[in-house]
């Protein structure tokens, strides 16, 4: 069974596809947001990995195709801006400020906690694009000497916990105004947290939209300042 799937062109796209599925089917039936389809997935397909011994290479290997995917789909998040570009107009101050302002408690929050706990330059780095999405994340950790895997894990549990706990987080903060709601989504988790903002409204879904790309470039640009701080 291990030389089939090894040999497979498609298996690893295959078993991510049926994790995910898996994980929607699960969420519809129990309803609660501990039941992150992303994160019935990953426990799906490394269950999977183990009880047929795949390296993790070749099912890496494997799903080049839905990585392949992964910049066009960002991309895609466009569409809900465009519509509603009339809001973001008339808010154009606020949006960015609201922006800058995320992105650089991400940062100041990642200098800290690495201060705190005595990490090293490298890990550092690795860790500062936590809340951006991972296809700019990998890109800006491979030119800082950062090292990806890591960061690909940083940056998915980010997008987890936003995507679980935002709803919870804006309630418990009074946080009602949508464009608010999803500027604070979009620029702490990315689009795992996009995908959240969608459910919760157009105006949050295109709000979030809006502060994956910007934070994005922000981070890029504030990252090599930040860099030489530890």
Do not use: W
Not at 111 to 122: A, E, I, N, P
Not at 162 to 190: D, Y
Request: proline share 2%; aromatic share 10%.
């Amino acid at each position: 069974m291990k030389d089939i799937l090894c040999n497979s062109s498609y298996f690893g796209v295959v078993i991510s596809l049926i994790g995910y599925s898996l994980g929607v089917l699960i969420k519809k039936k129990l309803k609660h947001v501990i039941f992150n389809p992303l994160v019935v997935s990953i426990f799906f397909v490394i269950t999977i990995l183990l009880v047929f011994g795949i390296d993790y290479n070749d099912y890496s290997k494997s799903t080049q195709y839905i990585s392949f995917f992964l910049t066009p789909a960002t991309v895609c998040l466009a569409i809900p801006l465009y519509i509603q570009i009339k809001l973001l107009k008339k808010n154009f101050k606020a949006i960015i400020l609201g922006i800058l302002t995320g992105v650089l408690s991400s940062l100041v929050s990642v200098f800290v906690l690495s201060y705190f706990f005595g990490f090293t330059h490298q890990l550092y780095i690795t860790m500062l694009p936590k809340s951006i999405t991972t296809a700019i994340a990998m890109d800006l950790v491979g030119e800082l000497g950062g090292i990806k895997n890591i960061t690909v894990v940083v940056v998915i549990l980010t997008g987890i916990v936003g995507n679980i706990m935002c709803e919870s987080i804006c309630r418990l903060f009074k946080i009602t105004n949508p464009i608010a709601v999803g500027l604070a989504i979009g620029t702490s988790s990315h689009a795992m947290g996009t995908a959240k903002a969608l459910e919760i409204g157009r105006v949050e879904g295109a709000m979030s939209s809006l502060a994956i790309v910007v934070s994005g470039l922000l981070t890029v640009v504030l990252i090599n300042i930040f860099t030489g701080f530890l």
